[in-house]
Every structure is written in structure tokens, then in C-alpha cells.
């Protein structure tokens, strides 16, 4: 199934942006329609308080997260191409509450876009990882530093032959068939025959998808996000495609070791699934 419907996540902190423009590009280039989100977060007066509260202070706070949402938009369409189509879609939800409402709505598109996290837990590292783990869609996370326009000449699949990575090979397919040349990097000792490589037969079925297809055997050694991470530099990889890895605590997924390597450390678009 081809892109048709894309999900952004905006940035509102007031930073540079670099979700926006890639997904204004992606959306334009692939004929889909664009959809950005903003956040307002809503407080509630905590219960059995008593005496003057500044309700007209708590007000203000959420509508200037949705000013900061509209303003993230007029620029995003400032920059895009006239031919894009795009609506802005305000969630407005208690804190508790934004991570649930945020993941809701990424099941209804094909893709969610979201930009690299700045600092570990913070407001949209907890949003990438609801959408993540809890939409059941592919996430697209974009690289603080990337300013390059959408490129997928070259793609990397980290396959370890999980489920995960299987589910995010399968979302990735529309985007790996523009690919002229695909690296399959999987983990393996120097002992293991070609024909035993977690990726040989996933190798296979790209070429036999008419794809050209290569099984690349990157050492045990160190960190295995930096190890990918340094074959993509070196491959010169346009994006990349993993599945994402974490475990439960307490009914909230938490990011695993590889998972958060590469989403802290990553230099290319990488796009993941669960």
C-alpha cells in the first residue's frame, strides 16, 4: 500500500525545526496529504482545594501551547510547496492523558513523522515512544542535524530476524522500493556461514520483490546501534529501517538499549515499527 496519509508531529519549542520541512517534502513528494498535531496541555485544579486559584493563569498557559501549535504550522506552510495539502489538528489533553490521545490518532495514517528528541524523557521523547509502541504504525524520526530533502537511493535494514524487525521491514516497503540499493546489515561472528546469517532469506525475498538487495555481516563488537549507526555513515545510507525495541514497566514502554542508541545518536531519517 502506497503513502497516502501522513501524521507530524510539531515542534513548538521554538527551536529549529526539522520534522516540519522533511515531512512538508515526504508529503509533497509522495502526492500525500499532511496532517500536524500540536499538544495543549490542559491542568485541572486538584481536587479539595479551596481558596482563589488562578484559573485565568492555568488558561492562558494551554492557550499559548495552542498558539505555539498554530504559529509551528503558518511557518511549516510558509515553506512548503503550494501544491501540498494539509490540515492542523490540535490535541488538547491532560498530561497523564496526551501520550494515549497522541497514539489514538496516529493509527488512522500510514506514517507518523517525528523529530529527535532533545532531552531523554522529555515531552515528545514520551510521545515518539506512544506512538511507537502504542499505534501499531510506522514512526519516521528525523535527526536534529538532518537538512537534506528526502533521499532513499540507499537504504540500511537492521535485520535481526524478529517480529519487529519483520513489521518494520513490511511498513518500510513502500518507501524501500524508490531504493536503488538496500543493505541488509545483520549481527553475526566471523563463524557463521553466509547461508546461516539472520538475514540471508530476508535477503532473498527483497531480490525476489525485484529489489536489489545486499546482506552485509557486521561484527560483534561494542555497541550494536553504533555499530549500525557507523556502517550507515560510512555507506553513505539515506534512511534506515529497524524494528523498536523495548520492554513494559508499570503498563508504560520504556525504549531498549539499541532502540535508544540509535534515536540519540542517529545521523539519517530512521524509520521504526513494533
Same mark, same amino acid.
Given at each position: ?16 525545526? /526539522?520534522?516540519? =520541512? ?22 485541572? /485544579? ?7 486559584? =488562578? ?18 504550522? &503558518? ?5 512548503? =510547496? ?17 501520550? &494515549? ?35 501499531? !504504525? ?21 535485520? &535481526? ?15 524501500? /522500493? ?6 541488509? /546489515? ?22 525476489? %520483490? ?27 545510507? &539515506? ?7 523495548? %520492554? ?9 538499549? @539499541?532502540? !535508544? @542508541? ?6 539519517? =531519517?530512521?524509520?521504526?515499527? %513494533?
Amino acid at each position: 500500500m502506497a503513502i497516502r496519509d501522513i501524521l507530524l508531529l510539531l515542534e513548538t519549542d521554538g527551536q529549529t525545526q /526539522v520534522a516540519a =520541512p522533511y515531512a512538508a517534502a515526504l508529503a509533497d513528494q509522495l502526492g500525500a496529504h499532511l496532517t500536524a498535531t500540536g499538544i495543549a496541555f490542559e491542568i485541572l /485544579v486538584p481536587s479539595g482545594f479551596a481558596g482563589d486559584y =488562578p484559573y485565568e493563569v492555568l488558561a492562558a498557559v494551554t492557550e499559548q501551547s495552542r498558539l505555539r501549535a498554530e504559529q509551528a504550522y &503558518d511557518r511549516l506552510r510558509a515553506a512548503a =510547496p503550494e501544491s501540498l495539502r494539509s490540515e492542523l489538528v490540535q490535541i488538547d489533553a491532560l498530561p497523564g492523558q496526551a501520550r &494515549d490521545d497522541f497514539a489514538r490518532l496516529a493509527r488512522h495514517f500510514d506514517l507518523t513523522i517525528i523529530g529527535q528528541g532533545r532531552e531523554p524523557n522529555s515531552d515528545d521523547e514520551l510521545m515518539a515512544e506512544a506512538a511507537l509502541f502504542d499505534s501499531g !504504525r510506522p514512526v519516521l524520526f528525523i535527526p536534529r542535524i538532518h537538512t537534506k530533502a528526502p533521499r532513499f537511493e540507499r537504504a540500511l535494514v537492521a535485520w &535481526d530476524g524478529s517480529r519487529a524487525a519483520a513489521r518494520a521491514l513490511a511498513d518500510a516497503m513502500p518507501l524501500l /522500493v524508490k531504493a536503488s540499493t538496500i543493505d541488509v /546489515v545483520t549481527i553475526a561472528g566471523p563463524r557463521t556461514s553466509y547461508k546461516e546469517l539472520p538475514g540471508f532469506n530476508i535477503t532473498r525475498h527483497l531480490s525476489r %520483490h525485484g529489489l536489489n538487495a545486499e546482506l552485509k555481516r557486521l561484527p560483534i563488537s561494542g555497541d550494536i546501534g553504533e555499530t549500525i549507526l557507523s556502517f550507515a555513515a560510512d555507506a553513505g545510507s &539515506d534512511f534506515m529501517v529497524m524494528g523498536g525495541y523495548g %520492554h513494559s514497566r508499570l503498563r508504560e514502554f520504556v525504549l531498549g538499549g @539499541t532502540t !535508544r @542508541t540509535i534515536l540519540s545518536s542517529m545521523t539519517l =531519517p530512521v524509520l521504526l515499527s %513494533h
